[in-house]
């Protein structure tokens, strides 16, 4: 069965970097783009970029531009997303998800989150 | 401020049909389909319209999507507690290259 397996909670400074993992499994990995979407508490969804993890081209939110990198491993079928200089504002839960197609908004398969926290 | 536009409320009583709307621009529902989800505390959303009126695998037939021009609708009747949670619209803006999505609408089973 599909599954994306996140990496475990985070908790950083501001200013600081911090990088997430999203491990696919039950599919050909090349075969899907991979987005991420972030949700700080209690607020909606919003979208930070997708991977194409056979060619490894990344488009991102202009909201993130220049502070968040998205990069594949094909031997591990993994995707992560670094994103740096963070805020306050950063403190959210984000999302792997898998799209079924390059501009597509459906996402059948979730990962199940990674909350990051940025404090002092 | 969110791309997509919803209402951040809606209400029902069990068996009452309750209507979510969305509307966008020429560049994200104008032009590309529209995914609804609903989303339960502390879980990923889960997807339960796509390409416009498409249902996913074992959707209700009492759930049901439309779009007309540069806005889209989600319907439930039948209203069940079970229905209770945060809804969102989704689409591609072609001007924002990436996907927008709705502030989220949240439901209530009154």
């Known amino acids: 069965q599909v599954q994306l397996v996140q990496s475990g909670a985070e908790l950083r400074k501001p200013g600081a970097s911090v990088k997430l993992s999203c491990k696919a499994s039950g599919y050909t990995f090349t075969s899907y783009y991979i987005h991420w979407v972030r949700q700080a508490p209690g607020q909606g969804l919003e979208w930070v970029g997708i991977?194409?993890?056979?060619?490894?081209?990344?488009d991102y939110s202009q909201t993130f531009q220049g502070r968040v990198t998205l990069t594949r491993d094909t031997s591990t079928s993994t995707v992560y997303m670094e994103l740096s200089s963070l805020r306050s504002d950063d403190a959210a839960l984000y999302f792997c998800?898998?799209?079924?197609?390059?501009?597509?908004?459906?996402?059948?398969?979730w990962g199940q989150g990674t909350l990051v926290t940025v404090s002092p | 401020q969110s791309v997509l536009s919803q209402p951040p409320s809606a209400s029902g009583t069990p068996g009452q049909r309750v209507s979510i709307s969305c509307s966008g621009t020429s560049s994200n529902i104008g032009t590309n389909t529209v995914t609804w989800y609903q989303q339960l505390p502390g879980t990923a959303p889960k997807a339960l319209i796509f390409?416009?009126?498409q249902p996913s695998s074992g959707l209700p037939d009492r759930i049901s999507g439309s779009k007309s021009g540069t806005s889209a609708s989600l319907a439930i009747s039948g209203l069940q507690s079970e229905d209770e949670g945060d809804y969102y619209c989704a689409s591609w803006d072609d001007s924002l290259n990436g996907v927008v999505f709705g502030g989220g609408t949240k439901l209530t089973v009154l």
């Open positions: 390409s416009n009126n």
């Open positions: 998800a898998r799209g079924q197609g390059a501009r597509a908004s459906y996402y059948i398969y």
């Open positions: 991977i194409n993890p056979n060619s490894g081209r990344a």
